[in-house]
């Protein structure tokens, strides 16, 4: 399937904000190439320069090939623009100025205005200390302060300006005026997200508490930063692993990614196999299932080790779909030769002949979940149970493999050697009378027509059973013929199957056929 383009821009952009986080100028290089090679559109400096303030602030929620082709700064004031953007220091001179020329500034707009300037030093103003200044009044007077929720979205964009600049102290400072403010959602989540990051890098861990504090009342977290920020947190508090992973999973929800947490604040969570699973795709209880098989995923020295491991894999199986491919990494071609499982075969081979029935039947319903599951170890299991004739345990590999055709569209047989096409080609033909007959009962009308399981009638009735197994096989066939044979889809199937069937068939069963037939 050909991925959509916005599924193109969104892959390449995180590769881009991954290696020019801190190089905005490359960043916009880069970005412009990025516009120019899939959008095939000329790019202005102002398109190229929103949609890099886009990436940089991970606001996937906005960005899309649509939004980008739709952008334009025409009839936009720049107080507009700060509203959708996110402000970086090397914002142009042509930018600013509009705004800051205004004669008329309401007494939100002038404390921003004082953040602004300050923020950047030396590049506006001569006056450093002059710089600095304004920045402490600006804090002093937020703190006492109400604001337009527009205003507020610009707040916003000053907290990250001075975690960009690394003024740490400041940013932790302006959680006091968290509480004056009346935000919106989204600039609630960036200046906490600001705040906890900032409050960290310079050791103020009140602050920090104070900002997570604030963070966990807000129900639904969609920034991304904050969501991370917050795990962050938890993950270096130590006692705290049930919030971290909470918050992980709102941050991968919001767009974060596995290399995200590769952030030295995990370092005491690298090695569990519960956090990798997590930040690789896997629901909490599908984690927690491989963590605690963690420790067994070795090679078994005894019998008693080897059961041990398969009962584990099995137990995960109710839990998680594909253990094999969970466990050991290990994807298997629907359509082609059986995959070999390394530690699972060698273990079957050693073990093979002292291995209960049970594990058996356990070791083909793991590595069998689904119909088109093509693993070795399978036909295996199946194998050994067969060789062994005892119906009990053949009674169970049936209904294994009932179970995994609970969902499958019957009559999609890959007609090669996979593990389906295996068993119901050379295996099932071996099965005990009883098992056979237990098959031929329970298996679906359709599926017995569509994927050749029919053939096995003759399989059991050329083995002249019992007359009661007969009578089954008989019945069975009859309702299996009144189901199917009165449609046309089948025909090839029954014609191909009556001249070896017929003779083996009562003659009621011949008649009922062609009574079928003549309908």
């Known amino acids: 399937m050909t991925a959509s383009i916005d599924s193109i821009l969104f892959n390449e952009a995180k590769n881009l904000l991954r290696k020019y986080h801190n190089n905005f100028n ?8 990025m516009l120019e090679t899939h959008l095939n559109i000329s790019c202005s400096d102002d398109l190229v320069e929103w949609t890099a303030y886009v990436i ?32 970086q220091g090397d914002v142009t001179d042509k930018w600013f100025k509009p705004y800051v020329e205004k004669e008329e500034l309401t007494e939100a707009e002038t404390l921003v205005d004082k953040l602004t300037m300050s923020m950047r030093g030396s590049y506006w103003l001569t006056d450093k200390e002059k710089a600095e200044r304004l920045l402490k009044e600006a804090i002093e007077e937020l703190k006492t302060a109400t604001f337009e929720p527009a205003t507020d979205f610009k707040l916003a964009d000053y907290y990250l300006e001075m975690v960009n600049n690394k003024r740490y102290d400041e940013c ?6 968290y509480p004056n403010l009346v935000l919106d959602k989204r600039s609630q989540e960036r200046i906490l997200a600001q705040a906890i990051a900032a409050s960290m890098r310079c050791g103020r861990f009140e602050v920090t508490e104070q900002a997570v504090r604030y963070g966990m009342a807000i129900e639904n977290i969609e920034w991304a930063s904050l969501s991370f920020n917050m795990a962050c947190y938890f993950a270096t508090k130590g006692n705290n692993e049930e919030l971290m ?50 420790d067994k995923l070795s090679e078994p020295q005894t019998v008693e080790q080897a059961e041990v491991l398969i009962n584990g894999l099995y137990e995960a199986s109710k839990k998680i779909k594909n253990v094999i491919a969970t466990f050991f990494d290990v994807e298997s071609d629907n359509e082609g030769e059986p995959s070999d499982v390394s530690l699972l075969d060698d273990m079957f081979y050693l073990f093979k002949k002292t291995l209960t029935s049970d594990a058996l ?57 996979t593990v389906q096409d295996q068993l119901i080609e050379t295996y099932f ?23 050749g399981l029919h053939n096995l009638f003759i399989s059991l009735l050329e083995r002249n059973p019992s007359n009661e197994l007969k009578q089954r096989a008989y019945k069975r066939f009859e309702e299996y013929y ?22 083996l068939l009562s003659g009621n069963v011949i008649e009922k056929i062609k009574q079928v037939k003549s309908k």
Not at 482 to 503: A, M
């Open 245 to 294: 992973y909470k918050y992980i999973f709102v941050a991968l929800d919001n767009g974060k990614h596995s290399y995200d947490f590769h952030d030295s604040d995990f370092n005491a969570y690298r090695s569990s196999a519960k956090f990798k699973a997590i930040i690789a795709g896997s629901t909490l209880e599908e984690a927690e299932v491989q963590e605690a098989m963690a």
């Open 361 to 417: 039947v356990h070791l083909f319903e793991l590595s069998f979940p689904t119909i088109e599951s093509n693993y070795q170890v399978a036909l295996d299991a199946a194998g050994e149970l067969i060789n062994r004739k005892y119906t009990e345990a053949q009674l169970k590999l049936v209904d294994a493999f009932l179970h995994a055709t609970e969902y499958y569209d019957a009559g999609h047989r890959p007609d090669a050697d």
């Open 482 to 503: 009144e189901t199917e044979g009165v449609t046309d889809y089948y025909d090839l199937q029954f014609n191909n199957l009556f001249p070896r069937l017929t003779p």
């Open 429 to 451: 033909p071996k099965l005990t009378n009883d098992a056979l007959i237990y098959l031929l009962e329970k298996c679906d009308t359709q599926l017995l027509a569509a994927d």
């Open 56 to 87: 940089r602030s991970e606001d996937w929620k906005t960005f899309s090939a649509e939004r980008i082709k739709e952008f334009s700064f025409g009839g936009r004031d720049f107080s507009d623009w700060l509203a959708t953007t996110v402000v």
């Open 26 to 33: 490359e960043l916009k290089v880069h970005t412009k190439k």
């Open 172 to 177: 932790s400072d302006m959680i006091a005026v």
